[in-house]
């Protein structure tokens, strides 16, 4: 891996010929290396960055799932971003059809996690109006971190009361029986959890892009082509006006381009 953006005097010195310095140089980053080049911004408010991978045709997805246009540094990342993370928000079909699991417990993140003054993991919250899932799934059972599911007022009792005996934590965050966007962020910064996740799917993240609540994009784009009619990693209604995103970082390794944008 090396980094390409934000251009430093070693960067520069590389382009003109001379030696490379410890960023630009292509080998393997360390846990702590990619950590900080993830960290969160030092804010007291919730922070919402969404981890997504893409083909060059803009596939989010191939036969269904994200990891055949995937790589191993890839989750390497993922791991990452999960392990600076206060809450992974996902949605319901997202969580059905990539087998969702609990967040564990990571032995490299541990003294990082506890100087932030976070929990040994990262929560799940799923976001479901139907509270259509598998309460009898790990995510739910046996989790290092109660899971949280994030739902409307007017989401069905017994399906409520299904996940409550299951042992997840019910979050409203909905005056329907559907989620608001802006409401679920606002509900998890007053549980104390201020750096958000996403991984999507892409119908969770157009709502959160709709909603204006997305603050960062952290999308690594695969070299692969894919055609078909799989979905982009942001789905639902268009927007009256795109949201502009500024690039603060790039990385590279074997043709995977790791990038961060910020909303301007």
Not at 111 to 138: C, H, K, N, W, Y
Not at 170 to 189: C, T
Not at 223 to 235: C, E, N, V, W, Y
């Amino acid at each position: 891996m090396r980094r390409l953006f934000p251009v430093t005097y070693e960067t520069a010195a590389q382009a003109s010929g001379g030696a490379q310095g410890p960023d630009t140089t292509d080998r393997e980053w360390g846990l702590d290396e990619l950590a900080e080049a993830y960290a969160y911004p030092d804010v007291r408010t919730p922070w919402l960055r969404a981890n997504m991978v893409s083909t060059l045709d803009g596939a989010a997805q191939h036969d269904g799932r994200s990891q055949p246009i995937s790589s191993a540094t890839d989750m390497r990342v993922f791991g990452v971003l999960r392990g600076l993370a206060d809450v992974v928000m996902v949605g319901a079909e997202t969580v059905r059809q990539e087998g969702y699991r609990p967040a564990r417990a990571r032995e490299a993140f541990a003294a990082r996690r506890e100087v932030a003054g976070q929990g040994p993991a990262p929560a799940i919250a799923v976001v479901t109006a139907s509270l259509d899932l598998d309460f009898t799934l790990p995510l739910f059972t046996s989790p290092l971190v109660p899971t949280l599911v994030l739902t409307g007022a007017a989401a069905a009792p017994d399906r409520v009361a299904a996940a409550e005996k299951a042992g997840a934590r019910v979050v409203i965050a909905g005056d329907g029986a559907g989620v608001d966007p802006a409401r679920a962020v606002r509900a998890l910064g007053g549980l104390g959890l201020t750096r958000l996740l996403t991984e999507g799917g892409p119908r969770l993240l157009g709502q959160l892009v709709a909603a204006g609540v997305l603050d960062e994009l952290c999308l690594s784009v695969s070299p692969l082509l894919a055609a078909g009619d799989a979905q982009r990693i942001a789905g639902g209604p268009s927007i009256p006006v795109p949201v502009r995103f500024e690039l603060v970082s790039l990385l590279e390794e074997a043709g995977f381009l790791y990038t961060r944008y910020r909303r301007t």
